[in-house]
């Protein structure tokens, strides 16, 4: 995100530079609002909510035991061994280890299927913006979704021409 809009100010100071030049086509668009009203991306937010709650079911079921565990060892560790508490400190440990690990690997498979599901939605934004700014000859695309442009005069709005490139209405 730092990166992006770092670039997009880099791209502003050389459009400002431009001025000095004659017949400069700029246009903005809002990239993000354009995604999510694309279909791709209602399936793909639908595919990551249900990988979601796969693993918050499965976190629940290890809390839940875990939770189970430590209120017996709570309420038993007075009458147990000093073997069997050793036992039963190490079993609720490694239950607590194997929750923690199971949250990692959840948030990374999450992260994985996120970017699997979302990388083709965003280059086909761009592909599309990419061929509208060729076909119509702009000089420049601004992006207004990231924020920086705290003014635009004189600036086509592509958007309804991504759609159409799209095929969305």
Do not use: C, W
Request: charged share 30%; glycine share 4%; net charge neutral.
């Amino acid at each position: 995100m730092k990166l992006k809009s770092i670039v997009l100010s880099v791209l502003i100071l050389v459009v400002f530079q431009s001025f000095g030049q004659k017949n400069v086509k700029i246009g903005h668009i809002n990239t993000s609002d354009l995604i999510q009203k694309l279909p791709e991306f209602t399936k793909a937010q639908q595919a990551i909510e249900k990988q979601g709650k796969m693993f918050e079911n499965q976190i629940n079921v290890l809390v839940s035991e875990y939770t189970t565990k430590v209120e017996a060892y709570k309420e038993l560790s007075g009458d147990m061994t000093s073997a069997i508490r050793e036992d039963k400190e190490t079993e609720i440990m490694q239950l607590e280890e194997r929750i923690k690990k199971f949250q990692k690997r959840a948030e990374n498979e999450s992260q994985k299927k996120r970017q699997e599901l979302m990388d083709p939605i965003i280059k086909s934004v761009e592909n599309a913006v990419n061929e509208v700014a060729k076909e119509e000859k702009y000089d420049y695309i601004l992006d207004t979704s990231s924020g920086v442009v705290l003014f635009s005069k004189d600036s086509d709005d592509i958007t309804l021409l991504v759609k159409k490139k799209l095929g969305i209405n």
